[in-house]
C-alpha cells in the first residue's frame, strides 16, 4: 500500500497541500492530518480521486479501505489471461477508433500489410503517406549523396590482362 504522499502523486496532485485540500473540496487542516496519520479515511480518498479524474474504487483500494477481489479487480485479470490475443487486440482498437484490425489475423502477410497501410492512413491527416510534392517532381525530399561511377565494370583491356603472367 502507497504512503498518502505516494498516493497523491500518483493520481496527479502535485501542487501544495491546501492547493490539493482546495480542489478536493476538503479543508487542508483534514487532508494534513490524514496524511500525518498515514492514511486517508474513506470519504478524503474517493474526494480526491474524483477531483483528480481518478477511479474511486482503485482509491479505496489503493488506500487500503478494499481489497481487490472485492472491489472486483480479481476478475479483470482473469478475463485478460484467459482472452486470445486476437481478442486483445480486436478490443484495443476499438477503444483506439481502428476498425479493421481483425482482418490483419486472417488474411495473408501481404494483405495483410495492405491492410495494416490503409488502416494506419485513416488514422492520420490526409497527407500523412502520400508523396511530398518535392517527390512527385522526380526529385527526392532528402538529398542523396552524389552516385558512385563504377570503374570495375567498364568494358575493355586492364593492364592485369596484359600483363606476362596472366596466362
Known amino acids: ?5 505516494e498516493w497523491l502523486k500518483a493520481i496527479g496532485a502535485t501542487e501544495s497541500l491546501r492547493e490539493t485540500a482546495e480542489q478536493a473540496g476538503l479543508s487542508h487542516a483534514t487532508l494534513s492530518r490524514q496524511i500525518t496519520a498515514g492514511r486517508f479515511l474513506i470519504e478524503t480518498a474517493i474526494a480526491l480521486a474524483r477531483a483528480y479524474g481518478t477511479s474511486p474504487v482503485a482509491a479505496l483500494v489503493a488506500n487500503g479501505h ?6 472486483g479487480l480479481d476478475g479483470i485479470q482473469v478475463a485478460l489471461a484467459a482472452a486470445s490475443d486476437e481478442q486483445l487486440v480486436v478490443e484495443v482498437s476499438k477503444r483506439m477508433g481502428i476498425e479493421g484490425a481483425s482482418t490483419l489475423f486472417d488474411a495473408p502477410a501481404s494483405q495483410a ?3 495494416a497501410e490503409n488502416v494506419v492512413r485513416g488514422r492520420f491527416p490526409s497527407n500523412v503517406g502520400t ?3 518535392d517527390e512527385t517532381l522526380g526529385e527526392p525530399s532528402v538529398k542523396q549523396p552524389p552516385s558512385r561511377k563504377r ?3 567498364r568494358k575493355g583491356t586492364r593492364k592485369a590482362d596484359q600483363a606476362p603472367h596472366a596466362d
Not at 500500500?1 to 504522499?5: A, E, G, L, Q
Open 1 to 5: 500500500m502507497p504512503t498518502p504522499h
Open 66 to 71: 478494499l481489497t481487490e477481489q472485492e472491489a
Open 113 to 115: 500489410a495492405k491492410a
Open 131 to 133: 508523396p511530398a510534392d
Open 151 to 153: 570503374t570495375a565494370a
